[in-house]
């Protein structure tokens, strides 16, 4: 148990007192369909249900501040993430993780950092979590339908798809793609195609 029954108030204090509204709607969307994907695929449901609730514990949090938090937690931004303020978010989740709830579970603490990239190799929980956040009930969005069915069909298919979708996004808007969304994207997608 990663969690004992004496940590989880504090567990839900740190979650509540990070998430509220749509977001938390969107945590427990998160969740609810992670634990789905954990039953179809063979995955410890705790930590699905973990990363599910912490993964965007620091979404409303200014940039600075995530900086000065997380250097305060003794964790230093990577250099691959400096130029992107708005995913600094995963790398805060991951750290309360490990900070404040002491959990040192290195595949927990990806799944939370790697939420919204995505990363090449990933474990089943990392890609489940990576899917719920894409496919959970207050997504909506041309292709969701037909991402929401490969995920409990193959996990792989489904992360090609979903990364593929994200990529598309990003550069009709012409926001700059992390590397390790392209990592990913090199993984899932050109290694389907050889």
């Known amino acids: 148990m990663l969690i004992t029954s004496d940590t989880y108030s ?12 749509e977001r938390l709607l ?23 249900y973990i990363a599910g609730l912490l993964h965007d514990c620091g979404r ?7 900086r000065h ?8 931004i990577p250099a691959e993430d400096r130029e992107f303020p708005q995913l600094w978010h995963c ?8 900070y404040q709830l002491r959990i040192n579970d290195s595949e927990l603490y990806n799944a939370i950092w790697w939420h919204s990239t995505g990363e090449a190799r990933l474990t089943p929980l990392q890609k489940i979590i990576f899917l719920a956040d894409s496919i959970e009930p207050t997504r909506e969005f041309q292709g969701v339908a037909e991402l929401r069915k490969l995920a409990y069909i193959d996990l792989d ?11 598309c996004y990003l ?3 012409g926001i700059t793609v992390h ?7 090199r993984f899932y997608v050109e290694r389907r195609k050889d």
């Open 179 to 185: 590397p390790r969304l392209l990592r990913a994207y």
């Open 91 to 98: 790398l805060y989740g991951a750290a309360v993780l490990r």
């Open 157 to 167: 298919i489904a992360m090609a798809k979903a990364v593929e979708m994200k990529l």
């Open 171 to 173: 550069n009709s808007h």
């Open 60 to 66: 409303y949090i200014p940039p600075e501040q995530l």
């Open 10 to 21: 504090r567990f839900f204090q740190i979650v509540l007192s990070h998430i509220q509204g």
């Open 26 to 48: 969107h945590s427990i969307g998160v969740v609810v369909v992670g634990l789905e994907l954990a039953e179809q695929w063979d995955v410890e449901f705790e930590k699905v």
């Open 69 to 76: 938090q997380l250097a305060s937690f003794g964790e230093e």
